[in-house]
């Protein structure tokens, strides 16, 4: 049946509505970055973009973005690597304990960050451990790999289990069935995890700010300098994020796309 001409234009015209709503504030982000104002008025009267010259010399701002880096990077890793594995006991194998480690592992998802970031770091202080950025990769990984594994398990799901039953028939040492078979399978499911995990990271707050004690992450020195001190330079290193995110993102896709055409060469 049809779509009706109406009905068609009525859904685009609510998708750009939607798309306009959701980026309008990051519109009023770019402006206030290119103000020369100290705070952000319209008409803006006077542009410059000397805030972007300070930022990049900034080395406070090369600090902060390097531990958010750190901690983002290493999550990601951790979260892939636990994420497979956590897929494969939570999709894959029939096992006894399957339906109690399918519930345990959603738990901290749904718990608030901010509750979770607090009772991490009552737990820290319990077993004399120090919070730095280090405690916050663990604090990170307690709620992003869940999510990983999630994400993964959705693929672990969909592909066919037929296909490694044939290569052990086939002679194929069970080492062989997970790389030849079951990794570039789920491999578009890790990717994506992945990608989830270093932005979810990237930009958390709530458990950055319980858990990396004396250092500090891009989010919490945004939240610092809104509240205190603001300048231009706030907003320039909030566009500067998103640009990053974006190109993050750009690159996965890029990086997915090659994948599938190497797999088509392949076959």
């Known amino acids: 049946m049809k779509t009706p001409r109406i009905l068609r234009v009525a859904l685009y015209v609510y998708g750009v509505l939607v798309i306009v709503w959701l980026y309008i504030p990051l519109v009023s982000v770019t402006f206030a970055s290119i103000s020369k104002a100290r705070y952000l008025t319209f008409p803006i009267k006077r542009y ?32 892939m690597i636990v994420g497979f594995f956590g897929a494969l006991a939570f999709a894959r194998y029939q096992w006894r304990y399957r339906r109690i480690f399918q519930k345990l592992i959603l738990l901290p998802i749904f718990f608030p960050q901010t509750v979770l970031g607090l009772a991490l770091l009552m737990w820290f202080n319990s077993v004399g451990i120090i919070p730095t950025w280090k405690t916050a990769v663990v604090a990170h990984l307690v709620w992003i790999s869940p999510i990983a594994t999630l994400i993964i398990a959705i693929r672990a799901y969909s592909f066919d289990h037929s296909l490694e039953e044939a290569a052990r028939d086939m002679g194929a040492s069970t080492w062989t069935v997970m790389r030849e078979i079951t990794l570039p399978l789920l491999m578009p499911g890790i990717v994506s995890a992945g990608l989830f995990a270093f932005l979810l990271s990237w930009g958390n707050f709530p458990l950055s700010l319980f858990t990396t004690g004396a250092d500090s992450t891009l ?35 890029v990086v997915m796309w090659g994948m599938r055409l190497t797999r088509k060469a392949r076959s």
């Open 219 to 253: 989010p919490e020195w945004l939240y610092a300098k809104m509240v205190s001190g603001y300048s231009p330079l706030v907003p320039t290193v909030g566009v500067i994020s998103i640009l990053s995110s974006f190109c993050i993102v750009l690159i996965a896709v």
């Open 48 to 79: 410059s973009t000397a805030w972007y010259a300070k930022a990049v010399e900034s080395d406070t701002v090369r600090d902060i973005v390097s531990t958010s880096l750190k901690v983002a990077i290493i999550v990601t890793i951790i979260s």
